[in-house]
Structure formats: C-alpha cells, structure tokens
C-alpha cells in the first residue's frame, strides 16, 4: 500500500472511496486540505488504493489531442444570465436528466461549504450554476456515481480535472453510461481560507451571509464582480479582477491554492473529460466576434466521441461558432500551463496559522482597488449620471 506524494496529492477521494475496509479517512492538513490519512492497524494491504489513485497510476484513455474549440451560448437568455458564462453546462445536465439520469456536480450548503452532491430534478441542477472558487469536498460521490451506473441510469459528472480523473481512477477506466464535463481550472483554493473569509464579512457586516454569487454579472460577464448579500439586508459588491477584494485578490494570485495546482498534470491537451467547459476569455482580440457577449460566453472542446454525440444531440438549443485553438490558449493560459506558485505562499500560511485571518488579510491580501485616476473617472461617472438635465431653449426664442 501507497498513497502519493503530499505536494502531488490532489484530493480527489479516489482512495478513500474504493477502500474495502474504510481504513481511509479524508483529514483537513493546516492548509484546510482534506488528505488521505491511513489507519495502518486496519488496512489489509489490497493496494486498491495504489491501482484507483490517478497520480501513481495514470488514467488512460482516448481523446482528441487537437479539439475544435467552439465560443458557445445556451439559446436561454436566463439560464445563459445565471450562470458563469454561457450556460452550458446546465444544457448538457437537462439532457442527462431528460433520460433519466443523474447529475452529479458541486454546489453550496447551508453553511456555504462547497459540496459535490446529486441532482435529479431541474431545480437541484440549478444549484450547479455560477462559479465556486474553493475546492469542493468530493465526499462519497464516486461511490454513488458507480451506484447509479450500475443501477443502469445515466450520469453526468462535472467537476475539476483531478476530480474527474480521480472518478475513472475509481471507477477503473470509462463506463458506458457516464458523461464527463472537465473545466478549464485556474486551481482549487483552500476551503479553510474560504471558510475564514465567510466567518470575517459575517463579522464585519454584522450579519450571517445570505447568498454568495463569485460570478455577479449586473456589469456584464467580462466586468464581473464577487457579490454577497447578508441576512440584515446589506449587500457586499467589488469587482472581481479589481484587487478591491481580499478573497479573490488571493485567488486571482494564487496564493492558498493546493501545493498540487502548481504543477497540474491536467492543464494541458488532451484533456479527461468527454467536453471541457471554460469562459472564451479572450474572445475578439484579433479575430472579430459580431455577436453580444454581455451575459456571458463558453469556450467548449468536444473531446470523445461520446461528448461529440451529446454536443451534436442539442445542436438547436445552443449557438455555437467554430474559433481557433490559438485564440483559446491565449485567454485561457491554464489550457496548457500550471498557475506559477507564489513566492510567499508558505508565509502566507504561516501568518493564517499563528496569527488568524484578520492579521494575513492585512499582510498579504489588502486590496489595492484600481489607480487613483480611474477611481476619479468611475465618482465623475457617477456625479454626472446623477445631475438633474434641464431642457435648454433658444435664446431668442418668441
């Protein structure tokens, strides 16, 4: 029996859920990452675990090395709105669900812990849509995906590259009946830093949180903004990519992503899943796009002949236009390359550890907000769309 490297280590479950004896376990390390943790008193030596991890045994299969990437959009306007970028995704659970079948994705609960669970119905796989930039417990899913398999019912899994390369390591190769989604991953932060960052703005605002949206699109899909509303009625909103928030300010730099991000054996082609999904960042830089990209737009590669059956199988109820593979490594650098591991990552750590969150927050993560030239135009901006307008008439009108 062996488990793989910490700094490998990607968390995907795969161990924990085909070992027959449960000596497994899945512990939070000080990073608050779950790991693999051995009861070596009753562990039986089946090496079970060896064969099912992905990192010590690779996952196998046949997919296209060179996809056509396509710019898609859900033909929905309002699942296209709700979602992080062209609700795609949602368009390939209804198609699982039609057949009666189950999606399987990761979703918030109550606590606003991020959970893979089941969906059987529209409103469950609802609960997909939009962004959760935090690594998702993975739990007993793999177990209940080859449950639904083996009951003969189709399923859809939607999840980070590791964790679907951990599920076919589970499951020992491809399944008739079962549909990957991979997604195009920047790297999964840590759900101790999230959960530090809840417990903060519920303190700062006096309030427990109502609702999280990573992905608000009110300023359109490319201005995008992380927006929380709280249980006293106030509402939290700072742009995204503006470094005016302390969460994603790290995240946006990686700095508390899995040690394994950093050297992702995924971000690259071919890919694992039957269809990868992603934002079309990027999109127009050289080549014109003559449509709308207000309320989001996917990147999608059809990587299976099995993914290429579902994409052709929903043709009417998407639009789609064929781009270049250059355009989509150019806004989606993690295609093809790990996120650089920060220089003060560990320090960082150290900080959280010693010192609590408040005290990283202020080394490592206050927000810069935008240079001051802009921060001048946005409150002219907003002076001026707020002046009264009065008519003006000729001067020497009779």
């Not at 390390?29 to 990192?55: L, N, Q, S, W, Y």
């Not at 127009?284 to 003559?290: D, L, S, W």
């Not at 960082?348 to 609590?356: D, P, Q, S």
Request: glycine letters at 8%; aromatic letters at 12%.
């Amino acid at each position: 029996m062996m488990l793989c490297e910490k700094e490998a280590c990607t968390g995907c479950g795969a161990c924990f859920n085909i070992c027959p004896v449960h000596a497994i376990q899945m512990i939070e390390d000080r990073e608050g990452f779950a790991r693999p943790v051995v009861d070596e008193k009753v562990c039986i030596r089946c090496e079970k675990c060896t064969h099912a991890c992905p990192i010590l045994t690779p996952v196998s299969l046949s997919r296209d090395p060179a996809p056509t990437p396509f710019a898609a959009w859900n033909r929905d306007p309002g699942v296209r709105k709700s979602s992080s970028s062209g609700g795609m995704a949602t368009l390939f659970g209804e198609s699982v669900l039609a057949k009666g079948g189950t999606v399987f994705g990761a979703a918030f609960d109550t606590h606003f812990v991020v959970r893979h669970r089941a969906a059987h119905s529209p409103t469950e796989l609802a609960l997909f849509r939009g962004s959760k930039y935090v690594q998702s417990d993975i739990g007993e899913t793999p177990r209940a995906v080859k449950q639904e398999l083996q009951n003969g019912r189709p399923v859809l899994f939607i999840g980070a590259p590791c964790q679907v390369a951990g599920l076919y390591g589970f499951l020992g190769g491809d399944h008739e009946g079962l549909l990957t989604c991979d997604f195009i991953c920047f790297g999964v932060p840590s759900p101790r830093v999230f959960r530090e960052y809840v417990r903060h703005m519920a303190k700062r605002y006096g309030s427990p949180i109502e609702t999280i949206a990573f992905r608000n699109k009110e300023w359109g899909w490319q201005r995008f903004s992380i927006w929380i509303r709280f249980q006293n009625g106030r509402e939290y909103r700072r742009l995204f990519r503006g470094g005016e928030d302390p969460y994603t300010c790290g995240f946006c730099h990686g700095l508390f992503l899995r040690p394994s991000c950093y050297a992702c054996p995924y971000a690259s082609l071919p890919r694992l899943g039957d269809i990868t999904l992603a934002d079309f960042w990027g999109i127009a830089r050289k080549e014109p796009f003559p449509y709308d990209t207000f309320n989001g737009l996917s990147l999608i590669l059809v990587n299976s002949p099995k993914g290429r059956a579902t994409w052709d199988s929903l043709k009417n109820r998407y639009v789609a236009v064929e781009r270049t593979m250059e355009e989509a490594f150019a806004g989606n650098y993690r295609l093809g390359e790990a996120v650089p591991r920060p220089a003060d990552r560990e320090v960082f750590f150290n900080v959280l550890n010693e010192c609590g969150f408040e005290e990283a927050v202020r080394r490592h993560l206050v927000p810069r907000g935008p240079p001051r030239w802009i921060r001048i135009k946005r409150s002219l901006k907003r002076l001026l769309l707020h002046l009264p307008i009065k008519r003006l008439r000729p001067r020497f009108a009779p």
